[in-house]
């Protein structure tokens, strides 16, 4: 059956956003063939590091039918030989007579793919509309190409009244079961979880990514712990189920340097840490899950974000806002 170009692009996507927190420090890409009458005859994504990219997963997959045939991509296939060789030369390889990608390769040793590829004679477009690639699974991996940095999520659960635990400091559930479990999802697709040590010793939580039967999913985010109090040696996150970073300062640059080549990585916590971050410039967005309850006290979700006035508020614009179950879960990013 043939396939809109634009139905196969949300295919490729959708299989960035399966290899997203699985390729670092190489971007999330999703690829798709098609032969020459429109029917989707590969899929594929980057592996792990050293492993092929998504343009020879698909073109795999493909085979003999990828001749002819036309590639849908989220990133301009690579024109280098790094522990791979190019994607450029595995394209023409196969025959491919066209290749639609997202976005440009921000890299300079990386890009000119395209440009290979239209020398030799394919016809080579880039994509109407990338924003489901660029605010989706390369989000991350081009913030740090653009910035040298990784990219930080700051994700909390709150009541209605911005509160993230209550006066007693319990914190177990404000949010529900589907904020929850997409929570869960969520960390088996990043590369780091940064918490303060007030949150280990308050809450004694795992940080690990785990599936719907509370079994530890495949891949395991890096946990950071943030702060100079000792950790009793029982604590959840000194457990073998997934690497933990201490870092005994409260300096977020140090924290940043800790977090090596990780790209995309969630902030969760505490308010005082989450403050530090703010003050620094260094959120790049906030996920949060307001839940419809009022507690009328408590925890705060940011404390000292380095604001005297309204003038000096930051200031964010909505991206997305949807439900979970009961809770809203709102995207935003900085202005």
């Not at 599936?211 to 029982?234: C, F, I, K, M, N």
């Not at 300062?249 to 840490?273: F, K, M, N, Q």
Request: hydrophobic share 40%; net charge negative.
């Amino acid at each position: 059956m043939r396939v809109h170009l634009d139905d196969a692009m949300r295919q490729a996507v959708e299989a960035s956003e399966q290899a997203r927190g699985r390729t670092s420090p190489n971007p999330p890409v999703g690829a798709v063939v098609l032969d020459v009458a429109g029917t989707i005859v590969g899929v594929g994504a980057t592996q792990p590091p050293g492993g092929p990219h998504a343009e020879v997963m698909a073109l795999r997959e493909a085979g003999e039918r990828a001749f002819g045939g036309t590639m849908v991509v989220t990133l301009e296939p690579c024109d280098h030989h790094g522990r791979t060789p190019p994607c450029s030369k595995a394209v023409i390889d196969a025959g491919i007579a066209q290749v639609h990608y997202a976005v440009d390769d921000p890299m300079a040793m990386a890009s000119g793919g395209a440009r290979t590829l239209r020398r030799a004679g394919l016809v080579v477009t880039t994509w109407h509309d990338p924003s489901a690639v660029t605010r989706g699974p390369l989000r991350a991996w081009l913030h740090r190409q653009r910035t040298g940095r990784p990219h930080i999520t700051y994700k909390y659960a709150a009541s209605l009244d911005g509160r993230c635990a209550a006066e007693d400091g319990s914190s177990q559930w404000i949010s529900g079961s589907a904020s929850r479990a997409r929570d869960r999802l969520e960390r088996s697709r990043i590369d780091a979880i940064i918490v303060g040590t007030g949150t280990v010793l308050a809450d004694d939580p795992w940080l690990t990514a785990r599936h719907p039967d509370g079994s530890l999913a495949e891949h395991q985010p890096a946990r950071v712990v943030v702060g100079a109090r000792e950790l009793p040696p029982e604590s959840r996150v000194l457990d073998d189920a997934a690497p933990t970073i201490l870092v005994r300062s409260r300096d977020v640059r140090e924290v940043i340097d800790a977090l090596g080549d990780r790209t995309d990585v969630v902030l969760e916590g505490g308010p005082h840490l989450a403050g530090a971050f703010f003050q620094a410039g260094l959120i790049d967005r906030i996920t949060a899950y307001v839940a419809p309850v009022i507690l009328g006290g408590g925890t705060p979700a940011v404390v000292d974000a380095g604001v005297g006035n309204i003038a000096g508020a930051h200031r964010f614009e909505c991206e997305s806002v949807g439900m979970l179950g009961e809770d809203v879960l709102i995207s935003l990013v900085p202005r």
